[in-house]
């Protein structure tokens, strides 16, 4: 059966911390996609990043970074040096190849960034 | 260019009334999904369509909900006889094509049943 889990419901941090975003999987496919939304207050969902299950290398844009890894079957992500307006809720989400591209979500993780 | 739309942005309705909630995709975009978001259940998915093949509806949580995509773009969401457990923010979200590309997603409509 396919799951994400997000361990942390809520993580608070002061800015300019660094910090690390959970992400663990469930799938029984060998092809699968997994992806980083972020939530802000405002309520719409923003696409983040894509990485299929065939390419394990790391990906830096900016200040964000991901790590991806079968053999803990984990997608987790980082903030470097946090700013207030990285406070949002982020989503994990899992997409097998065979399902037509229907995201299956974690729960999410609520990250405020404090001043 | 323009994103997703969805209306109305929010929908306050009475326990037993149907409600229509509509999706306006990103143009040229042919896969449209639909999810509800509750704080009981997180993010859902609940049906999807990609261009004239038939809808998975294999995360509608009852009869009492359906869909329909017109001419390949705009789709409605509808709830029948609605139930105070509906109550959520129902979001529209639409990719270039099936598959494991990303999904743009709109602000949503939030359905309180009372």
């Known amino acids: 059966a396919q799951k994400v889990t997000q361990a942390q419901t809520e993580i608070s941090v002061v800015e300019k911390e660094d910090v690390t975003l959970d992400c663990v999987y469930e799938?029984?496919?060998?092809?699968?996609?997994l992806f980083w939304y972020k939530q802000p207050p405002s309520g719409e969902l923003v696409f983040l990043i894509r990485?299929?299950?065939?390419?394990?290398q790391n990906e830096i844009s900016g200040r964000y970074s991901w790590n991806f890894q079968k053999s803990t079957s984990s997608f987790n992500f980082t903030i470097t040096a946090s700013q207030v307006v990285d406070s949002a809720v982020y989503f994990c989400?899992?997409?097998?190849?065979?399902?037509?591209?229907?995201?299956?979500f974690g729960q999410g993780t609520e990250l405020s960034v404090k001043p | 260019g323009a994103g997703v739309s969805q209306s109305p942005s929010n929908k306050v309705t009475e326990k037993g009334k149907d409600v229509e909630l509509r999706c306006d995709p990103i143009?040229?975009?042919?896969?449209l999904y639909w999810y509800r978001q509750s704080l009981g259940q997180g993010l859902e998915f609940l049906i999807y369509?990609?261009?004239?093949?038939?809808?998975?509806k294999s995360g509608l949580p009852s009869d009492r909900f359906s869909a329909e995509r017109t001419g390949g773009s705009v789709s409605t969401l509808t709830i029948q006889r609605t139930q105070q457990e509906d109550s959520a923010v129902y979001l529209c979200?639409?990719?270039?094509?099936?598959?494991?590309?990303?999904?743009?997603f709109g602000p949503g409509t939030r359905l309180t049943v009372t």
């Open positions: 979200a639409s990719s270039l094509a099936k598959g494991t590309i990303e999904q743009y």
């Open positions: 990485r299929n299950s065939f390419d394990e």
């Open positions: 143009s040229g975009h042919t896969a």
């Open positions: 369509f990609q261009g004239n093949s038939a809808p998975d």
């Open positions: 799938t029984r496919d060998t092809t699968y996609y």
């Open positions: 989400a899992l997409s097998e190849y065979n399902q037509g591209g229907k995201l299956i």
